[in-house]
C-alpha cells in the first residue's frame, strides 16, 4: 500500500469515527452506549489486552544475553571504565536498571540516534536527529500532562498536585480560561511527527496506515478538546457528574452535556481499546525487552541454555575408532594409527 493510500485510509477512518459518534448522539441520541457502555467496553478491552501481550512477552525463552550495548565491556580491572561505558555497556543488575531508567524517562537510545544520508557519490553521511528525540519528549511528556490534568474529572476531592500541576502548565494566563500549553505543544510535537512520515522518503515508503492511524486519532481528540475548552464551551459540572458516575460504577448521562463531549469520549474510547493490538504497546514491552534490561556479563558468567535437551553425541574420537581402517585405506589422516589404537 503506498504513502497516500496509507494516508488516506488512515484520516478516513478517524473522519468516519467523528462522524459515527456525531450521528449517534445528535441524530439518534445514543448517549448511553457511547457515554458509558463503549468507555467500560473500550477500559476492559485495554486492561485484557495490556495484560495478554505482557504475559505473551514474558513467556517467549530468552536463553542467551543479547543486550544492546556500546562503549567499553568490563574485561580486565586494570581497564579504566568512565561512567559513560557501566551504562553503555552494565555488567551488573544495578547498571541494567540505570541504563532503563534512562531509556524510559529520557529515551536515551533515540538521543544517541544517528540519520544516514548518502553524499557525493558512494559517500555515507551520520548526521544528528536531535528533533526527532525532541519532538518525542514533548509528545510523551505533554501527554502525561493531559492525562494528570484529567484526573480532575475523575476523582473526588482530587490529587494534591493537579492543582499544581495546572498551574505550571498555565502559567502564561494569556486568556480566560486559563491556556494551557500542554494541549498546544501535544498538537505541535505530532504535527511535527506527521509531517516527518509525509515529508521523509524513506519514511514515507515504509509507512502504513497502523503508522498513521494513531496519529491521526490523538489529533482529532486533541482537537475536540482545545474545542471543548476555547471554542464550543462544555457543561463541566454535568461532564464530572457522568465521569464521577463512570468510576463509582453509578452511571448516570446527564442532560445538556454537548455532541463534542461524546465525540471526544468515543475517540477516547476508540484508542483505549485500539491501543493493546497496535504499535502503541512499547510503553509497555521496552521493560520486557532483552536488549534492554539484561546484563552484558558474558565475559564474567558462563550462561547455559537452560532449555537444552539431552542429546546423543559422537565425538571425533569415537568416530575415528569406528572408521579409522577405512579412512587409513582412503588416505585420510588419523590421530592414531590401527596398532596405536589396539
Given at each position: 500500500?503506498?504513502?497516500?493510500?496509507s494516508?488516506?485510509?488512515?484520516s478516513?477512518?478517524?473522519f468516519g469515527l467523528v462522524?459515527?459518534?456525531?450521528?449517534?448522539v445528535?441524530?439518534?441520541h445514543?448517549?448511553?452506549?457511547f457515554?458509558?457502555?463503549?468507555?467500560?467496553?473500550?477500559?476492559?478491552?485495554?486492561?485484557?489486552?495490556?495484560?495478554?501481550?505482557?504475559?505473551?512477552?514474558a513467556?517467549?525463552?530468552v536463553?542467551f544475553?543479547?543486550p544492546?550495548?556500546?562503549?567499553?565491556q568490563?574485561?580486565?580491572a586494570?581497564?579504566?571504565?568512565?561512567?559513560v561505558?557501566k551504562l553503555?555497556?552494565?555488567?551488573?543488575?544495578?547498571?541494567?536498571?540505570?541504563r532503563?531508567?534512562?531509556?524510559?524517562l529520557?529515551?536515551?537510545?533515540?538521543?544517541?540516534?544517528?540519520?544516514?544520508?548518502?553524499g557525493?557519490g558512494q559517500?555515507?553521511?551520520?548526521k544528528?536527529?536531535?528533533?526527532?528525540?525532541?519532538?518525542?519528549m514533548?509528545f510523551?511528556y505533554?501527554f502525561?500532562v493531559?492525562?494528570?490534568?484529567?484526573?480532575?474529572?475523575?476523582?473526588?476531592?482530587m490529587p494534591?498536585?493537579v492543582p499544581?500541576?495546572?498551574?505550571?502548565?498555565?502559567?502564561?494566563?494569556?486568556?480566560?480560561?486559563?491556556?494551557y500549553?500542554?494541549?498546544?505543544?501535544?498538537?505541535a510535537a505530532?504535527?511535527?511527527l506527521?509531517?516527518r512520515r509525509l515529508?521523509d522518503?524513506?519514511?514515507?515508503?515504509?509507512?502504513?496506515?497502523?503508522?498513521?492511524?494513531?496519529?491521526f486519532?490523538i489529533?482529532?481528540l486533541v482537537t475536540?478538546?482545545?474545542?471543548?475548552?476555547?471554542?464550543?464551551?462544555?457543561d463541566?459540572v454535568?461532564i464530572?457528574?457522568?465521569?464521577?458516575?463512570?468510576?463509582?460504577f453509578?452511571?448516570?448521562?446527564?442532560?445538556?452535556?454537548?455532541?463534542?463531549?461524546y465525540?471526544?469520549?468515543?475517540?477516547?474510547?476508540?484508542?483505549?481499546?485500539?491501543?493493546?493490538?497496535?504499535?502503541l504497546t512499547?510503553?509497555?514491552?521496552?521493560?520486557?525487552?532483552?536488549t534492554?534490561?539484561?546484563s552484558?556479563?558474558?565475559r564474567?558468567?558462563?550462561?547455559?541454555?537452560?532449555?537444552?535437551?539431552p542429546v546423543?553425541?559422537h565425538?571425533y574420537q569415537?568416530?575415528?575408532?569406528e572408521?579409522?581402517?577405512k579412512?587409513i585405506?582412503?588416505?585420510?589422516?588419523?590421530?592414531?594409527g590401527?596398532a596405536?589404537?589396539?
Open positions: 500500500m503506498n504513502a497516500i493510500l494516508l488516506i485510509v488512515s478516513v477512518a478517524v462522524a459515527i459518534a456525531f450521528v449517534g445528535w441524530g439518534a445514543l448517549e448511553w452506549l457515554g458509558v457502555i463503549i468507555p467500560y467496553l473500550a477500559v476492559i478491552t485495554f486492561f485484557v489486552g495490556i495484560v495478554y501481550r505482557v504475559v505473551q512477552w513467556k517467549c525463552p536463553p544475553r543479547i544492546s550495548t556500546c562503549g567499553q568490563k574485561t580486565l586494570w581497564l579504566p571504565r568512565t561512567y561505558d553503555d555497556n552494565p555488567s551488573t543488575t544495578a547498571g541494567a536498571v540505570c532503563m531508567i534512562l531509556e524510559v529520557c529515551f536515551r537510545s533515540l538521543f544517541r540516534n544517528t540519520r544516514l544520508e548518502f557525493s559517500e555515507i553521511k551520520y544528528s536527529a536531535k528533533w526527532l528525540w525532541v519532538a518525542a514533548a510523551h505533554t502525561l493531559v492525562i494528570l490534568r484529567h484526573l480532575r474529572f475523575f476523582t473526588e476531592p494534591f498536585f499544581y500541576i495546572e498551574k505550571v502548565d498555565g502559567f502564561f494566563q494569556i486568556f480566560v480560561p486559563t491556556l500549553q500542554s494541549g498546544f505543544l501535544l498538537g505530532l504535527t511535527f506527521l509531517l515529508i522518503p524513506k519514511l514515507r515508503y515504509i509507512s502504513l496506515p497502523a503508522d498513521y492511524f494513531p496519529l486519532l489529533l482529532g475536540t478538546g482545545i474545542l471543548m475548552r476555547y471554542v464550543l464551551k462544555a463541566v454535568s464530572k457528574e457522568l465521569t464521577m458516575g463512570l468510576v463509582s453509578r452511571p448516570v448521562v446527564p442532560e445538556g452535556i454537548s455532541v463534542l463531549f465525540i471526544h469520549v468515543f475517540l477516547v474510547s476508540v484508542l483505549f481499546a485500539y491501543f493493546p493490538f497496535s504499535k512499547h510503553m509497555a514491552g521496552v521493560f520486557l525487552s532483552p534492554r534490561n539484561l552484558n556479563n558474558s564474567m558468567v558462563r550462561h547455559i541454555n537452560p532449555w537444552n535437551y546423543k553425541i565425538t569415537a568416530y575415528e575408532d572408521f579409522r581402517e579412512m585405506d582412503a588416505g585420510l589422516p588419523v590421530e592414531k590401527v596405536e589404537a589396539e
